[in-house]
């Protein structure tokens, strides 16, 4: 079966625009998580969605929301963007309940200039 | 809340060298354990995964990790690297029974010469 998929791969946008990245989980997935990867940081957890809602939320700013849709596709939105917010974005696709592992896209390559 | 360490930030190895990457976590109940594995250009991939059972589990590519409880470590192996080992490696730890959100350790960089 398809994989998880993120759109854009890459993305310019300059200090205090606002960005969306996409993310379409793996079919029959319900939870879908967003993860910042920075060199030297790892994988910061940004939040999760499970049925269209927010289950867990790590600590990032305001400035960072998701939402998801009825088919579980997931939407990421980070507002008034800073040079910091150049980064790997990840999103982790998994079943949600019970003992499961998260798939992973290939990422949205954000970088604020 | 749960944290992730792992000890070797940036480790190098010649082929047919031993590989073992620590992994400790904080967490003292019932955890989930990954090991994720990131090629170069490519998606994080899972390596292996511990759940029960067993504490020594065998992955894909030659590696294993074994689950020592009474030291909440996970450690990574593998007997004899190859140059397409070259990658970002991740231990991850989710709580059995709780949110299923892994934490991520900060990745081991592992550069192989051939």
């Known amino acids: 079966k398809a994989g998880v998929t993120q759109t854009p791969r890459y993305l310019i946008k300059t200090r205090g625009q606002q960005v969306t990245l996409s993310c379409s989980p793996i079919?029959?997935?319900?939870?879908v998580s967003w993860y910042q990867q920075t060199p030297g940081q790892g994988l910061q957890f940004l939040f999760e969605?499970?049925?269209?809602?927010?289950?867990n939320k790590g600590n990032f700013p305001g400035r960072f929301s998701g939402r998801q849709f009825s088919n579980s596709r997931s939407e990421m939105n980070v507002s008034t963007l800073e040079l910091g917010d150049s980064a790997l974005y990840l999103c982790?696709?998994?079943?949600?309940?019970?003992?499961?592992?998260?798939?992973f896209g290939q990422g949205t390559r954000l970088t604020v200039v | 809340a749960q944290s992730v360490s792992q000890h070797n930030h940036h480790v190098i190895l010649s082929e047919a060298a031993s590989l073992e990457l620590g992994c400790n976590y904080s967490?003292?109940?019932?955890?989930?354990l990954f090991w994720y594995v990131q090629y170069p250009g490519q998606h994080l991939q899972l390596l292996l995964k511990?759940?029960?059972?067993?504490?020594l589990v065998k992955g894909i590519k030659g590696f294993e990790a074994e689950f020592i409880k009474s030291k909440f470590s996970f450690n990574l192996r593998k007997p004899s690297v190859q140059w397409s080992d070259t990658a970002e490696y991740f231990c991850?730890?989710?709580?059995?029974?709780?949110?299923?959100?892994?934490?991520f350790g900060r990745g081991t960089s592992l550069i192989v010469h051939p």
């Open positions: 969605y499970f049925s269209e809602t927010q289950r």
């Open positions: 511990y759940f029960s059972g067993d504490p």
């Open positions: 982790a696709s998994s079943g949600g309940t019970g003992r499961t592992e998260a798939f």
């Open positions: 079919s029959g997935h319900r939870s």
């Open positions: 991850a730890v989710s709580l059995s029974g709780g949110s299923y959100i892994p934490t």
């Open positions: 967490y003292g109940g019932t955890v989930n």
